[in-house]
């Protein structure tokens, strides 16, 4: 509890904060460049990078230059990277198949880190979007997203990504029940060391545009999350979907969107629970496109907007401004 202050003249805050030094010996939070988590979009071919229109900055990389991105990321002092697949066409169908082929371009990119990086951890994302031909999470049946059939493939694509070397796995897909799957197959398996990064208070949010057309999944999505994914007004849920979560074996939690959920990190970070955010790609696009316009100075938005999830006491952040601060901060 804050101490009551003595009253003015004897309390003066401005003391605190007359030079930079005295702010910056009185400050309560920090942000580190091992706090970061940066997401990368991984695409196939060779030697090829190619910009993302609606994240103006962030490039889908062929798998030889993720492995470059990823030493880059090491020497700019991040911890982990994540990685996401932006999938051809051809391989996307209703069954999703490709999301636990051994070969597919996301474990081909984790082993190629792993040989050649491989201090650097690895996150990947459990769900089914990027190889359906539906853009769903989950599997498809009569228009509806089913919960459980979905489930046995979350667990064929979870147990081939740890084959493939990946530290921590972060079920995105909103099913119910499938952390306790994940992490039974995972025990099973002979993979006890590789974590589990609950996506736990994933909300639907429009929040995700940019991501979609990241991935290559608008074209293919076909209506909305919303019957997964959780409602916007929401925030008990959210406790208990965490504490669902971390009985059913997840190690840590994530909030999703980030700065619209601040209040939502706080109240779960103070679970004591390693809380994680995500800055999302609509997050990205705002501050990268008033940035651009000169509407606002980029640098020290983006700083403010990562110190805001220090604040609400998250452990550690996504966001696709990782390397860049890294790089800034080293
Ligand atoms: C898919 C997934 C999404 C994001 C991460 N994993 C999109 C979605 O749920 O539609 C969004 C990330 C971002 O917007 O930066 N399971």
């Not at 990119?109 to 050649?116: C, K, L, P, Q, V």
């Not at 990947?124 to 979007?129: E, M, P, S, T």
């Not at 972060?170 to 990064?197: K, T, W």
């Amino acid at each position: 509890m804050p101490v009551t202050p003595a009253p003015f003249p004897a309390h003066r805050p401005r003391r605190l904060r007359r030079t930079s030094w005295m702010r910056d010996l009185t400050r309560e939070h920090g942000l580190s460049r091992k706090d970061l988590i940066w997401p990368i979009f991984v695409r196939d071919g060779d030697g090829v990078e190619e910009p993302v229109e609606s994240m103006p900055g962030v490039l889908r990389r062929s798998v030889d230059r993720v492995v470059e991105a990823a030493r880059r990321a090491t020497d700019a002092g991040i911890p982990i990277i994540a990685l996401f697949p932006y999938t051809a066409d051809r391989h996307k169908t209703p069954t999703c198949e490709e999301a636990w082929n051994p070969d597919n371009l996301i474990n081909r990119a984790t082993r190629a880190i792993r040989a050649r990086v491989p201090d650097i951890g690895i996150m990947l994302d459990v769900a089914l979007d990027p190889y359906s031909s539906d853009g769903h999470d989950g599997l498809v049946r009569d228009g509806r997203v089913v919960n459980d059939e979905t489930l046995l493939a979350l667990e064929k694509q979870a147990l081939a990504q740890a084959e493939a070397g990946a530290d921590i796995l972060g079920p995105s897909d909103m099913m119910d029940g499938r952390i306790g799957v994940i992490r039974r197959a995972l025990e099973a398996n002979d993979f006890p060391d590789v974590a589990i990064m609950s996506y736990a208070a994933k909300y639907a949010s429009a929040f995700y545009g940019p991501f979609r057309d990241a991935v290559g999944a608008s074209r293919s999505l076909k209506g909305d999350k919303k019957t997964y994914q959780m409602d916007p007004g929401n925030t008990d849920e959210a406790l208990r979907l965490v504490l669902r979560d971390l009985e059913e074996g997840a190690d840590m939690v994530m909030v999703k969107p980030g700065m619209p959920y601040l209040d939502i990190c706080r109240r779960i970070s103070e679970l004591g629970v390693p809380t994680c955010a995500y800055q999302v790609s609509g997050e990205y696009a705002m501050i990268a496109a008033a940035g651009e316009r000169g509407w606002i100075d980029r640098d020290k938005v983006v700083m403010e907007s990562l110190c805001g999830f220090k604040r609400a006491g998250c452990t550690g952040i996504l966001t696709y401004f990782a390397l860049e601060v890294a790089e800034a901060m080293a």
